[in-house]
């Protein structure tokens, strides 16, 4: 029961962190894996394992992969993107934790996955914007198609191994705040030497 509960928790923050990257694409990976018998979903969220909603998220992802394409929209859909991705987030988790109280699943969902993906969308409109300032936008076809493959490889790979994946996402985390940390650090001392 602890190890299930484990797993799917896992799970729903990998595919938080997918949510952060592109919003469709996670649940387009999960109604596949759904649909093909390799992820469970709470009762409630069982629309997302059907054939129509399988089409209708295909579609979805399409358009929000190709629309990234498209420069200075891009930067545009990221004002977007960021509450839909924290909601997104939010809801992935608790499609896939079941043996949970109401209460605790969406309490959980909210702050862990809405919280997950929202950091993740945080990140790369930070990075979408500097490659904007600094290469006009020519750069964001890199950022567009990184972000794209980012958010697949992570779904797949959240459902075949969430506790990697959650791994990989606290010791990322981990890097991040201590190099903001050293950062931190290296300009005090140049304020106060």
Known sequence: MIVELLLSVALGVGLSAAC????????????????????GLAPDFAWIGTYQALTVLLVATLLEILSYYIPWVDNLLDTVATPAAIIAGALATASVVTDMSPLFRWTLAIIAGGGTAGIVQMSTT?????????????????????????????SILAILFPLLVLLFIVLLG????RRRQRRARVAIQRVYP
């Open 20 to 39: 952060g990257m592109r919003v469709f694409a996670p649940f387009a990976v999960m109604s596949a894996a759904a649909l093909s018998g390799y992820l």
């Open 174 to 177: 981990f890097a991040l705040l």
């Open 126 to 154: 930070w990075v979408r914007g500097l490659s904007s300032i600094t290469t006009g936008g020519l750069g964001n076809f890199l950022v567009a198609t990184g972000e794209w493959m980012g958010a697949l490889t992570t």
